[in-house]
């Protein structure tokens, strides 16, 4: 199975500042197929990008994705107070679909 | 409103049985592919088995195969998970998702705790 790293496991930042997230896996995503998803504490996660570079419904322009092959990369070009969560990436291109360990944006 | 609402957790002891539900409102329930997905306490999320749209081809993470069984009722917009054999290791919140390969559209999730 396609084994995805996420760095860092904390990224400390201040509203208004650029957070630069990364996903690597162990072997090429087919395709492209990443997603990414956010999650605060208690909610279950939401949908915040797909092929690696399409925002989902409803995600504002300040999410951006880019990458291909293993590494793949998660921006949120100036940080909102409703965006300090986690966020996770998750490959659809072999069967067992993964997730990352996660990459957790806090309030510097 | 595209909803699914997760029900079925609770405490059980290894080697018991549970079944998880999920009902969907708000789109055509026969025309996805669904998904659960589990996440441990304090840990990350893990794709554990989907179905396709009628209920045809169903898939399982290694973890799981022979012991969680997935199925669906079309008719009452309804998503299951039986599972049996529960191990310790098995305790989570179990999502009930829209889709096959990225997902949408979520449960509120349903908790299960297996501890003797």
């Known amino acids: 199975e396609i084994v995805l790293t996420q760095s860092p496991g904390t990224l400390s930042l201040s509203p208004g500042e650029r957070a630069t997230l990364s996903c690597r896996a162990s072997?090429?995503?087919?395709?492209?197929?990443l997603a990414w998803y956010l999650q605060k504490p208690g909610q279950a996660p939401r949908l915040l990008m797909y092929?690696?570079?399409s925002r989902a419904t409803g995600i504002p322009d300040r999410f951006s994705g880019s990458g291909s092959g293993t590494d793949f990369t998660l921006t949120i070009s100036r940080l909102e107070p409703e965006d300090f969560a986690v966020y996770y990436c998750?490959?659809?291109?072999?069967?067992?679909?993964?997730f990352g360990q996660g990459t957790k944006v806090e309030i510097k | 409103e595209v909803q699914l609402a997760d029900s079925g957790g609770g405490l059980v002891q290894p080697g018991g049985s549970l079944r998880l539900s999920c009902v969907a409102s708000?789109?055509?329930?026969?025309?996805?592919?669904m998904t659960w997905v589990r996440q441990a306490p304090g840990k990350g999320l893990e794709w554990v088995a989907n179905?396709?749209?009628?209920?045809?081809?169903?898939n399982y993470v290694d973890s799981v195969k022979g012991r969680f069984t997935i199925s669906r009722d079309n008719a009452k917009n309804s998503l299951y998970l039986q599972m049996n054999g529960l191990r310790a290791e098995d305790t989570a919140v179990y999502y009930c998702?829209?889709?096959?390969?990225?997902?949408?559209?979520w449960g509120q999730g349903t908790l299960v705790t297996v501890s003797s």
């Open positions: 998702v829209r889709g096959r390969s990225f997902f949408s559209v």
């Open positions: 708000g789109f055509t329930f026969s025309s996805y592919w």
């Open positions: 179905i396709k749209e009628d209920g045809t081809e169903k």
């Open positions: 072997q090429s995503v087919n395709t492209n197929y």
């Open positions: 092929g690696a570079s």
């Open positions: 998750q490959q659809y291109g072999s069967s067992p679909w993964t």
